[in-house]
């Protein structure tokens, strides 16, 4: 999978995000190996509060920011599917808000390269046609893969250090 990734204002220039998103991604593809096709693309833009606010309300008719907004263009079905021949499939896009990221993870006493590594790895998933919001047995299911992508990466579970094999 190629990540196409943008990093806007007011991501810190301190932190390489570009290399923590592929980081983030080749620990993922190791627990979801749907991901790692060579065929799949899905873009990532590091961005401002103000723009994922407005992507929010204009796709998803929600009047706020929010960390992370997935926008998916195959379906799981169509994913699993997939031939690794052939010519480029787009998995979708990622919008991560900077200030939303930056806040949560103050608030969780993580760093934020930490939380945004979680967010990215949360986003793929959606992209891959995961959901935590149609049931708990899929809620937790992600979880799981997220917990275990996150490991991977040496960041703790951010469910609550659950025991991770």
């Known amino acids: 999978m190629d990540l196409e990734i943008d990093i806007e204002e007011p991501w810190a220039p301190a932190t390489d995000w570009a290399d923590l998103a592929q980081a983030a991604l080749e620990a993922l593809v190791q627990v979801a190996p749907e991901l790692d096709n060579p065929r799949l693309i899905a873009s990532l ?18 009047d706020k920011p929010t960390n992370v907004l997935s926008f998916p263009m195959l379906e799981r079905d ?19 808000a ?31 046609g995961l959901d935590h919001e149609i049931g708990e047995a899929e809620a937790e299911a992600m979880e799981a893969l997220e917990t275990k992508a996150l490991a991977i990466l040496g960041i703790p579970d951010p ?3 659950r025991f991770i094999q």
């Open 98 to 128: 900077c200030e939303t990221c930056t806040r949560e993870a103050a608030e969780k006493g993580v760093p934020v390269q930490h939380h945004a590594s979680h967010l990215i790895i949360h986003g793929l998933l959606h992209l891959a």
């Open 159 to 161: 469910y609550g250090d």
């Open 45 to 62: 833009l590091f961005t401002s509060d103000a723009e994922v606010h407005v992507l929010n309300r204009e796709w998803r008719a929600k």
């Open 78 to 96: 169509d994913l699993l599917d997939l031939a690794e021949d052939g010519p480029p499939e787009m998995l979708g896009d990622l919008a991560l």
